[in-house]
């Protein structure tokens, strides 16, 4: 007998499953599958064994291993499972993102074998991806196939800076305008995050306006980490120009400088400027706050300890908070209650709390994942990689959360945020305004 292995679809957008099945082997045997994909050069690969059905069948869907690399029925278990061979990589795509990723999965039983493949893309067929470079931005901005007019999001980073491409053609992929708007790390930019003026991000918004005209003017602003903190800040700080907030993991108050830093300013000194001051932060003439927790003992290490010295300072609290009573559309938050890098579960409470305190009178959503942690992306990616080292600071450090949980995060999240989105643009129809 000969197994066979089938893969469908074969071909489709990331955030896509795909259903994986052995047939024609004995009941009872067992089947070996190994899935490999090699991620910007690098090879990453997991493995799990199955027991056939009385059918002589193996369904990721149905069935759960008896060994591998991840545990219970998990139909993409093979991909979110996946590690690195032989690297300390964290890198899930390739370079340019438009590059799909291939994963060549073999079925092994019995001497025998079968092999199969299949293709995740994060840009549709007719994506188009365009470098920003004017008015001072630097950006990519992808759009999707046809005339539009489409709603727009613009995206941006947390503390690793850089220009996050692969959200941008994600959202592209699935109807949006999207803007990934780098704000340092990037060509041209200062490599930290120290003192980024907030009229920097209010000329992308603007820009982005200007060059889409987007379907209802609606603009969107999505951010995680730093960028969950500061999309919040956005929002309340232009709410006429933004339609709607997207906070991955946010803070609820404005932090300093952190791992991010310009190390001749310090970690405690300003991250955000607004026509040229300083916007007070949470570790400014704070009683409680100490680093202590997270420089101190073996690494990895975990930001969140500290952080939670500086929220015991209610006053300092008061202070830095966002005022996201002042946004003036629709929020969404996504955190997890593991989240190693900070506490963006509290944090997340904290701003859900303040617009239920003024009736906000616009949707608010917020998914948060019990024991996920910081790194909440799109599935299906690999969510093995928990310790790393910050790529400003070097600090080894751990995002929190376990593969099953932040996997299981990156599928319901993006399942949430296009709903809501979806929900918002259909809000923010003139036509239906008007009935």
Known sequence: MTPTLTITPAVDLIDVPRQIRVEHVAPGQTVEITALTRRNGVLWQSQAAFVANANGTVDLGRDAPVSGDYAGVAPMGLVWSQSPVDSSSREHFNHPVTEALVTDVVARVAGSQAQACFTQRLAADGVTRQDVREEGLVGTLYLPPGPGPFPAVMILNGSGGGINEPRAALYASRGYAAFALAYFKAPGLSDYISNTPLEYFQTGLRWL????????????????????????????????????VVAY??????????????????????TWLLGGKPIPHVWENNRTA????????????????????????PDAVARARIKVEDIQGPVMLLSGTDDGSWPSSIYSKMVQDKLAEVNHPYPVEWLDYENGGHSILFPYVPTTQLVYAHPVSGKISTSGGNPKDNARADQESWEGVKRFLDAAVAAANPARAAK
Do not use: M, Y
Request: a negative charge; hydrophobic letters at 35%; one cysteine or more.
């Open 209 to 244: 306006r200007e060059k889409v005209s987007p379907k209802h003017d609606f603009v969107a602003i999505s951010g995680q980490s730093r960028g969950g903190e500061l999309v919040l800040l956005l929002g309340a700080t232009f709410p006429e120009e933004v339609s709607a």
């Open 249 to 270: 993991v946010p803070g609820a108050v404005v932090h300093s400088g952190q791992n991010a830093c310009d190390p001749k300013i310090g970690r405690e000194g300003p």
């Open 290 to 313: 100490t680093w202590a927790p997270f420089d101190e003992g073996p690494s990895p290490h975990r930001h969140e300890k500290a952080i939670l010295t500086a929220l015991q300072d």
